[in-house]
């Protein structure tokens, strides 16, 4: 099993980016998905996740500005960044709870980052 994120880039304050995050290889089925992030010299913290059923929360500090979706079809998320300012500035990781066979227990993976970055 694989998340693969991608992305991320350079934008400039007020600007916007999409990040997707996918997932893939022997999955029977993907259960909640979040998206975290980490700053130079800070802790990672949660920036959004969503649930099957497509019912997603985003923190505080991205609220109104951030979308999280997703696709069940192709078993991707998506983070959809107004707004986006300075402070958003860290690697952005993807995570997911799912199962790789009927029965089986949840399994919690990790996609490998992509870096946002908000710069004038």
């Known amino acids: 099993v694989q998340l693969q994120a991608s992305g991320g880039g350079l934008v400039q304050p007020g600007g916007s980016l999409r990040l997707s995050c996918a997932a893939s290889?022997?999955?029977?089925?993907?259960?909640?998905m979040g998206w975290y992030r980490q700053a130079p010299g800070k802790q990672r913290e949660l920036v959004a996740d969503?649930?099957?059923?497509?019912?997603?929360a985003c923190a505080d500090a991205v609220k109104g500005r951030f979308t999280i979706t997703r696709d069940n079809v192709k078993n991707t998320m998506y983070l959809q960044m107004n707004s986006l300012k300075p402070d958003d500035t860290a690697v952005y990781y993807c995570?997911?709870?799912?199962?790789?066979?009927?029965?089986?227990?949840?399994?919690?993976?990790w996609g490998q980052g992509t870096e946002v970055t908000v710069s004038s």
């Open positions: 969503i649930n099957r059923e497509g019912f997603g």
């Open positions: 995570n997911a709870d799912l199962r790789t066979a009927i029965g089986s227990g949840l399994t919690h993976y």
């Open positions: 290889g022997r999955i029977w089925s993907v259960n909640i």
